[in-house]
């Protein structure tokens, strides 16, 4: 007969396994998480979702440090640049993907140098205007936009954000002009928006929703190929562009050659998380579909979204320094 003491421990080590190396060294002190994005937007949201879930599943602080600028090239980099062991890792997202071909010159290669760990979600983003426009539709707004040319300001998280290129793929599929005005993360965009200072802003849901609840701001459409759950009644941009889709998404990533068993550890935490009902409905009160997998699964991910973007961003001739 075994002490009850010890009888526990072995019943908990069985529903919890652990690699033993895992259990034994890492994480032994506090884990980064670099967030290319300001505190308060999405990514931010996200990046402190699943560090308040690894903390509390593996005893050590996961802190997000925020990296804003360059798009998340500075984010990126950080990365790309830090010791493979475990303790910085990226809350990878879709600028990154875009930011393959946006930019000419970098001192990290992304598919290369940034390892992926685990998906987390995907966002639709809203197109969303400041209700003094008088346009109320999709249709209306290109009309309006075609009206005043040269008169309409998108403002954007910056060069090579989701929503940089998801307003150009509409500018392209629409037939109209916009100047783009890049800010360090949604939430300065969606200030100059509440004042009127740009037009459109095409945000992540989980940036917008509250603003859109309380009527400061109006929602013309969605740019995924389905209707959002949290605002169902606003239509999407391809009922009036056939064939436009566009979404933000994320996930995290590591140094190239972090151990494969410290990767494996990390996506299974991940992915515990978001099998979670709390977690889930966090994700889905900011607009978010839970995008779970293995890390493999999440490298075929990011390159067939690095391709997507590539049409889009040598179609609209977008270059970044």
Known sequence: ?????????????????LPRAWAETYPS???????????GGTYDIVARLIAQWLSARLGQ???????????????????????????TLLLAGSPAAI??????KLNFDFLVDVAPVAPIERMPLVMTVNPSLPAKTVGEFIGYAKAHAGKINKGS??????????????????????????????PPALTDLLGGRVQVVFSTAGSV????????LRALAVTTDTRLEALPDVPRIADTLPGYEASAWTGIGAPART?????????????????????????????????AGSPVEFGTFIAAETEKWRKVVRAADLKAE
């Open 1 to 17: 007969m075994l002490p009850r003491r010890q009888l526990l421990l072995a019943a908990a080590a069985y529903s919890f396994p």
């Open 29 to 39: 002190r506090p884990v980064r998480i670099v967030v290319g994005s300001p505190p």
């Open 61 to 87: 602080q996961f802190v997000v440090e925020n990296r804003p600028g360059a798009g998340t090239n500075i984010a990126s980099d950080v990365v790309a640049h830090a010791p493979p062991d475990g303790y």
């Open 99 to 104: 930011n393959v071909s946006l930019y000419s």
């Open 157 to 186: 998280g910056g060069i090579g954000s989701t929503g940089h290129v998801a307003g150009e793929l509409f500018r392209m599929m629409a037939g109209i002009e916009m100047s783009n005005v890049p800010y360090r993360g949604e």
């Open 209 to 216: 929703l509250g603003h859109l609840r309380s009527g400061a």
């Open 259 to 291: 151990p494969a068993d410290v990767i494996a550890a990390l996506n299974r935490e991940i992915n515990a998380g978001l099998a979670d009902p709390k977690m889930k409905m966090q994700l889905v009160e900011l607009g978010a579909t839970v995008l």
